[in-house]
């Protein structure tokens, strides 16, 4: 029996893997944050340039509780099992209850937690929350055409790459950014949940 749009309703929750746990971002995060993300090669297709300082982590934490107010967007702080810090930040972000569709987007993890296995453990955790507690019927990632890396970390997840939004947005270093979209929809889930498990196998 397919589930009724009341049952997807993405709101603040912890989600924990073997490496990382997600949790609703808070303005304790601050200084971990400013710690892991202070390095402008991080944000560089980002909307923001990086975090200058604990005070702007505060800032930019508060505005994504803002946003967040109205059920339009869930932050996640990224926390590393091991050392206990906070080590980056993602988000189910266009959640659109009607029609049970969310975007996993606003990903950053500091460079040293970068190709170390938790971004392929975070969005398993997103994506099985998503489907699997929410009964969303679709998923979907985006990255500027010019991010290579990203572009080919989403496609190793198992994502289908749809299309690109040309002349999409303005970047912030003036170029026009050409915009990829990807999805994951329900139908896919089951084959791309036994990949990402394969994958953090390894």
């Not at 995060?29 to 980002?46: S, T, V």
């Not at 189910?92 to 029609?99: L, T």
Request: charged letters at 25%.
């Amino acid at each position: 029996m397919a589930r009724t749009s009341t049952s997807f309703d993405p709101h603040p929750v912890t989600l924990t893997g073997n490496m990382a746990r997600l949790e609703p971002i808070a303005p304790g995060h601050a200084a971990d944050l400013f710690a892991a993300g202070a390095e402008e090669l991080i944000w560089r297709y980002a909307a923001r340039p990086a975090l200058k300082s604990v005070a702007d982590a505060e800032d930019w934490i508060k505005a994504c509780l803002q946003e967040g107010a109205d059920g339009a967007r869930v932050t996640f702080a990224v926390i590393h099992l091991e050392t206990g810090r906070a080590v980056g930040s993602t988000a189910y972000i266009d959640i659109v209850r009607e029609h049970r569709t969310l975007e996993i987007g606003m990903t950053w993890y500091g460079t040293a937690w970068q190709r170390t296995g938790v971004n392929t453990e975070c969005k398993y955790l997103l994506l099985r929350h998503a489907f699997e507690d929410l009964a969303a019927r679709r998923v979907s990632l985006k990255a500027d055409s010019r991010n290579v890396r990203s572009r080919r970390a989403i496609l190793r997840l198992g994502a289908v790459e749809e299309g690109t939004l040309r002349n999409h947005r303005i970047a912030r270093d003036g170029a026009d950014r050409h915009t990829v979209y990807f999805s994951v929809i329900e139908s896919e889930w089951p084959a791309v949940k036994k990949r990402l498990q394969g994958l953090m196998r390894r």
